[in-house]
């Protein structure tokens, strides 16, 4: 498997409900982010976690970091029909001279009427 | 404050010919990165760059794929002699600094090769 492999590929739910993405990862990291990619565009950053913090929240995004089990989860609240899009976490290696991301193959949430 | 800029958004070649994929990052960033995203999946690290250096080319095809970060103006990705394989959408970041803090996307371009 890949680093950044996301779980489920894909999920469809309805409006008003939770969504909960979840994101496992190889290496040793300095941090952990997560970016929604709307159909044909381009990648917009939701939320960075650094390797000391377990949780962080933005609006209705909660992510959460276990770096024993190098695993992230990206929980999206009350879901809207705009939340729909693909979801990607991405690392950034701790050891190595670049902060290259490291991109999962993404989740693709479809939320429905 | 405009966002990173990409142009062509949409670049149609035959197999033989040259790519020109152009970047501007964000006002007052130095550190410019280039993906590569191929259909239905994620992106990929090709090469990251500051100004006038390549610091990281570990993603990069070592034939046919150049990048390039002059003093003045944008970031050239430069794909020569293409191929039906390099369709794809590539995508440019930038960063203020390399302190692994967030990266800012473009809207990328999106290269066919027919």
């Known amino acids: 498997s890949q680093q950044g492999e996301e779980d489920p590929q894909a999920l469809s739910i309805q409006e008003g409900e939770n969504a909960t993405m979840n994101c496992s990862y190889k290496t040793s990291i300095n941090n952990l982010q997560w970016y929604r990619q709307n159909s044909g565009r381009g990648l917009v950053h939701l939320i960075l976690?650094?390797?000391?913090?377990r949780e962080k929240h933005s609006g209705r995004l909660r992510v959460t970091l276990d770096t024993s089990k190098k695993s992230s989860s990206l929980l999206i609240t009350a879901s809207r029909a705009a939340d729909t899009a693909s979801y990607f976490c991405a690392t950034v290696n701790r050891t190595g001279t670049a902060s290259k991301l490291t991109f999962g193959t993404g989740t693709r949430l479809q939320v429905t009427l | 404050n405009a966002g990173v800029m990409q142009n062509p958004r949409h670049l149609v070649r035959r197999r033989g010919q040259e790519a020109r994929l152009r970047c501007s990052p964000m006002?007052?960033?130095?550190?410019v990165y280039w993906y590569r995203q191929l259909p239905e999946e994620g992106l990929k690290f090709m090469v990251y760059l500051q100004k006038e250096n390549i610091i990281d080319e570990s993603g990069m095809p070592k034939e046919r794929f150049s990048a390039e970060f002059p003093k003045e103006g944008p970031s050239i990705l430069r794909i020569q002699q293409v191929v039906r394989g390099d369709s794809a959408a590539y995508f440019c970041a930038s960063s203020p600094d390399q302190g692994g803090k967030t990266q800012y996307f473009g809207p990328g371009t999106r290269l066919l090769v027919l």
């Open positions: 976690i650094r390797s000391n913090e």
């Open positions: 006002k007052g960033h130095s550190h």
